[in-house]
């Protein structure tokens, strides 16, 4: 089985920085793609960051150039550098990544959240 628990969200004013992390544990040898997604209220869940096994990364537009997703491969954790918030980054942020279950298939596991809070 594996976990991932997310951690580092809170409230922050808008220009503000927040620095997010994922750990993942359990039955993990390796870890496809990474990413941060997140669920403001009333809306459906979005991509923020993604990143591969060796490094490369994509963004979403709104995102760009204020965020920088990074992993530690060595310790399986994910994190999400978040500079010059704004209030609609405030959303319920999850942790997503693909691990391998065989040569041929990957399985998609989700963290529980962690809430950012940017205030105006």
């Known amino acids: 089985q594996v976990q991932l628990v997310e951690s580092g969200g809170g409230l922050v004013q808008a220009g503000g920085s927040l620095r997010l992390s994922c750990a993942a544990s359990g039955s993990v040898s390796s870890i496809n793609t990474m990413a941060w997604y997140r669920q403001a209220p009333g809306e459906q869940r979005e991509l923020v960051a993604r990143i591969g096994s060796g490094g490369s990364t994509t963004y979403a537009d709104s995102v760009k150039g204020r965020f920088t997703i990074s992993r530690d491969n060595a310790k399986n954790t994910l994190f999400l550098q978040m500079n010059s918030l704004k209030p609609e980054d405030t959303a319920v942020y999850y942790c997503?990544?693909?691990?391998?279950?065989?040569?041929?298939?990957?399985?998609?596991?989700w963290g529980k959240g962690t809430l950012v809070t940017v205030s105006s």
């Open positions: 997503n990544a693909d691990i391998p279950l065989d040569d041929y298939s990957t399985m998609p596991y």
